[in-house]
Structure formats: C-alpha cells, structure tokens
C-alpha cells in the first residue's frame, strides 16, 4: 500500500495552528465587534475545522475521490437545513 | 496483466492475513472502510446539525437571555478543554502516523496518551456540570437565574428563555460527552490489539477510522465552543 506519510512537523506545525486559533477565537470575544463578534468567531472555528479535516483527517490526501464527495454533501445538506430553517424564523415578524 | 486487481489480490492475500477475500486490495479495503467511515460522519452532521440549528433559532428569538446564559459558562475551563482536545487530536494522527511506519510501541504510547486527554477532559466538563448544579442552573423546578440581560440592566432574564440555553448546553454539551465516551471505548479495543501488535504499514485500518471519528468529535467541540461559551462575552 502507498498512503501518504504526513510528516512529524505537519502534525506539530498544525496543532500549533490549532491552538494559536484558540487563543485567538478567545481574545477576539473579549473585544466589542459588533454583530462582527459571531462572525469571526465562526470563521477561526471553521479554518481551525477545515485544518484537522485536511490534515489530521488526511482528506487533502485522501486515495478514494468519493470521499471528497460525501463531505462535499454532507456540508450542502446542512448548509440547506440552517439556510432554509432560518429563512423561515428570521422572516416571520416581517408582515 | 501483472497490474490488474485479480493479479494484485492473488499476490496479496497470500502475504497479508488482514486482507479480506472480497476486497482486491489492502488499498481498496482501506479505502471501503474509510469512505464508510466518512458516510456515518455524514449522518452524525445531520444529528448534531440539528441541534446547532435549534440553537440558531432560539439564539435569534431570545438574544438578551442567551447572551446572559453564555455569560455565566466558565471560559477558562471551556478553553482548556478546547487545548485539551486539540492535544488529543494531535496523539491520535501521531498513533496513525507510528503505524504507518510500524512503530508499534509508539502507536500504543500515543493511543494511551489520546484516552487520558479524553479523560481529563470529561474530568474538566464534569467540573463545570458540577458548578451548574450547585448554582441552580440546571433546567427544571429548582431553576434559578437572577440577573438582567447584558448591555440592558432594566431588562430582567427570562426564567423560561434562559432554562432553553441551559438545556441546549446540557443536550449539546452531553451528547458531545457521549460520543467522547464511546470514542474511549474505541481506542480501549484498539490499545488491546495495539499491545498485541496487530497494526502495521500493511494494516493500520480501525486505527486510522477510529481517529476519524475523534477528529469529527473534536470538530463538534471547535464550533460548540464559541457558540456556547465565548460570541456574548464583549458586552
């Protein structure tokens, strides 16, 4: 079998990316944005998501093409479950 | 056809016992079992996404309330869970890195260390369900939550809005608890097998799959973390 062997310092160099987001995500809370607060916090939960999915999950790497499919799916039938679930919540005091 | 898959099966079935007869290969073995692996955590974004999306609808109607109840969550305790999961994600892709290469003793090493990282940090979440007991924050007939909504002092909590906080923190919070408790007892069958030195660079499957599903948990705990206890901390 030929798998990819990610190397020790792509492991390391990535949690320390995990972990800087942490630090990050909580410093950023601390400070008045807004409506900007959730939408930052949201954006370092997602790189941080997408960097262990890519990595630690091996996708990036990933020998089966259908895997990539699933996940793809996945995210659209969820992104369609909040998209269409709130569209309906946030609209209903408009009449 | 010396690269066809029947040639290739012959060749390996006989050098590999972990090979499964209805399989061509050790790689398209791996792979089935990967891309299994990936359909369940699709169905497990459909379990928790529901319960993110019961979270976005309520945060929306009852905004001051929730932001009162993500307030009094303890955020050091919550961040040092997040490192601590973070830690636990980086032993678990060293365990399938050390098997790739067939280090057998660092697999179990990184194995053993992965379970006491998903132990303190049940440890640490068991702290914090503690806390919310003895302050009364725990929805039902003994729920208590003085205050006012942040940022409006004139404005008192809702009793009732604030208890649908605190049960979508417990359901969400529990239910991540559980799946880190079923992920434990995962790694506590592939440790056995580990010691028995069973995983090698030609056979490293329910290592590999097993740290997919404590990826996919940490994930969970990446967005549960600052929805819960960190987007209303400014005010």
């Given at each position: 079998?030929?798998?990819?062997?990610?190397?020790?310092?792509?492991?390391?160099?990535?949690?320390?990316?995990?972990?800087?987001?942490?630090?990050?995500?909580?410093?950023?809370?601390?400070?008045d944005?807004?409506?900007?607060?959730?939408?930052?916090?949201?954006?370092?939960?997602?790189?941080?998501?997408?960097?262990?999915?890519?990595?630690?999950?091996?996708?990036?790497?990933?020998?089966?093409?259908?895997?990539?499919?699933?996940?793809?799916?996945?995210l659209f039938?969820?992104?369609?479950?909040?998209?269409?679930?709130?569209?309906?919540?946030?609209?209903?005091?408009w009449? | 056809?010396?690269?066809?898959?029947?040639?290739?099966?012959?060749?390996?079935?006989?050098?590999?016992?972990?090979?499964?007869?209805h399989?061509?290969?050790?790689q398209?073995q791996?792979?089935?079992?990967?891309?299994?692996?990936?359909?369940?955590?699709?169905t497990?974004?459909m379990?928790?996404?529901?319960?993110?999306?019961?979270?976005?609808?309520?945060?929306?109607?009852?905004?001051g309330?929730?932001?009162a109840?993500?307030?009094?969550?303890?955020?050091?305790?919550?961040?040092?869970?997040?490192?601590?999961l973070?830690?636990?994600?980086?032993?678990?892709?060293?365990?399938?890195?050390?098997a790739?290469?067939?280090?057998?003793t660092?697999?179990?090493?990184c194995?053993?260390?992965t379970?006491?990282?998903?132990?303190?940090?049940?440890?640490?979440?068991?702290?914090?369900?503690?806390d919310?007991?003895?302050?009364?924050?725990?929805?039902?007939?003994s729920?208590h939550f003085?205050g006012?909504?942040p940022?409006?002092?004139?404005?008192?909590?809702n009793q009732?809005?604030?208890?649908?906080?605190?049960?979508?923190?417990?359901?969400?919070?529990?239910?991540?608890?559980?799946?880190?408790?079923?992920?434990?007892?995962?790694?506590?069958?592939?440790?056995?097998?580990?010691?028995?030195?069973?995983?090698g660079?030609?056979?490293y499957?329910p290592?590999?799959?097993?740290?997919?599903?404590?990826?996919?948990?940490?994930?969970?705990?990446?967005?549960?973390?600052?929805?819960?206890?960190?987007?209303?901390?400014?005010?």
């Open positions: 079998m030929s798998e990819h062997v990610s190397s020790l310092k792509l492991y390391i160099g990535i949690w320390l990316a995990l972990l800087a987001g942490t630090l990050l995500t909580v410093i950023a809370a601390g400070i944005l807004g409506p900007f607060n959730a939408v930052v916090a949201l954006t370092i939960a997602t790189i941080k998501a997408t960097l262990v999915v890519l990595f630690f999950m091996h996708v990036k790497y990933a020998h089966e093409k259908l895997t990539k499919v699933v996940i793809i799916s996945a039938w969820l992104a369609i479950l909040l998209a269409l679930s709130m569209a309906d919540y946030t609209t209903r005091l009449s | 056809m010396p690269n066809s898959p029947v040639a290739t099966a012959n060749h390996e079935v006989r050098d590999n016992p972990a090979l499964l007869h399989f061509a290969s050790e398209q791996k792979d089935a079992a990967s891309l299994g692996m990936w359909v369940f955590l699709a497990e974004i379990f928790f996404g529901g319960m993110f999306c019961a979270y976005l609808v309520y945060r929306y109607w009852y905004f309330d929730f932001g109840g993500s307030q009094s969550l303890n955020v050091i305790l919550g961040g040092t869970n997040t490192a601590v973070i830690c636990s994600s980086l032993t678990v892709a060293l365990a399938v890195r050390a790739q290469l067939g280090k057998q660092t697999v179990v090493v194995l053993i260390l379970m006491l990282f998903g132990l303190v940090f049940l440890g640490i979440k068991g702290v914090e369900y503690h919310k007991f003895v302050e009364h924050h725990v929805p039902g007939a729920f003085p006012h909504i940022s409006h002092p004139d404005i008192p909590i009732q809005h604030a208890q649908i906080f605190f049960s979508l923190y417990f359901i969400m919070t529990g239910l991540h608890a559980l799946h880190m408790i079923v992920g434990l007892g995962l790694f506590s069958v592939i440790t056995y097998y580990a010691i028995r030195k069973r995983y660079p030609h056979y499957t290592v590999e799959i097993a740290g997919l599903y404590w990826h996919f948990v940490d994930i969970i705990w990446i967005y549960l973390f600052p929805l819960l206890y960190l987007i209303d901390r400014h005010k």
